[in-house]
């Protein structure tokens, strides 16, 4: 058996990272840590932050040192959206999002995996597009906000969040242009 490399340290580093986020971000919110929950949500967003940036670093390690493995095609991919969507489902019990935004960016998530699936079953490949990139961007920061909470910044927000939601079907819609042939029987 070989050893890990780095990109797939990074990217099992951040599934790790997720339940301390979750639980600083929501027993903050909970009172678990006593009445002051700017201690364990500041906490949460620093976790968010570093696991955030991981997703960065551990791509752009592989890509340059030519480190791309099986591992991390899957586990990449996965750990960002356990992370993403672990912080969204968060935020909707702490009152900061409405379901029916996450919703909409989950269903996107499921509908590209299962593309990628089939695709995967064909033998074809389906790459992330700048739009996916945009859209992981947007919601990352607008998840950052949503954490920090600062009433001052809510219209700050408000717009990121729109902008994340529009980048979730604009990408979502790209992806089902560029790779319609995917679901054309091939037998």
Same mark, same amino acid.
Do not use: H
């Given at each position: 058996m070989s050893k890990m490399n780095l990109p797939n340290k990074l990217t099992i580093f951040r599934c790790v990272l997720i339940l301390p986020f979750l639980i600083l971000l929501l027993g903050g919110n909970a009172g678990w840590f006593g009445e002051n929950v700017l201690l364990p949500n500041l906490a949460a967003l620093v976790i968010f932050i570093v696991a955030s940036l991981t997703d960065m670093l551990d791509g752009k390690i592989a890509r340059k040192h030519?480190?791309?493995?099986?591992?991390?095609?899957?586990?990449?991919?996965?750990?960002?959206?356990? +992370?993403?969507?672990?912080?969204?489902? /968060? *935020?909707?019990?702490?009152?900061? !999002?409405?379901? %029916?935004?996450?919703?909409?960016?989950?269903?996107?998530?499921?509908?590209?995996?299962?593309?990628?699936?089939?695709?995967?079953?064909?033998?074809?490949?389906?790459?992330?597009?700048?739009?996916?990139?945009?859209?992981?961007?947007?919601?990352?920061?607008?998840?950052? +906000?949503?954490?920090?909470?600062?009433? /001052? *910044?809510?219209?700050?927000?408000? !717009?990121?969040? %729109?902008?994340a939601l529009a980048l979730t079907v604009i990408s979502l819609i790209d992806y089902l242009v560029k790779n319609k042939d995917v679901m054309k029987d091939t037998k």
């Open positions: 030519n480190l791309v493995t099986n591992f991390g095609k899957f586990m990449d991919p996965l750990a960002d959206k356990l +992370l993403v969507c672990s912080a969204l489902i /968060a *935020l909707i019990e702490m009152g900061r !999002i409405p379901s %029916w935004v996450v919703i909409i960016i989950i269903a996107r998530e499921f509908i590209i995996s299962g593309f990628r699936l089939i695709a995967s079953d064909n033998g074809v490949v389906i790459a992330a597009s700048y739009w996916g990139k945009f859209k992981t961007t947007f919601q990352m920061v607008m998840v950052c +906000l949503m954490i920090a909470g600062i009433p /001052a *910044l809510e219209l700050l927000t408000d !717009i990121v969040m %729109w902008i």
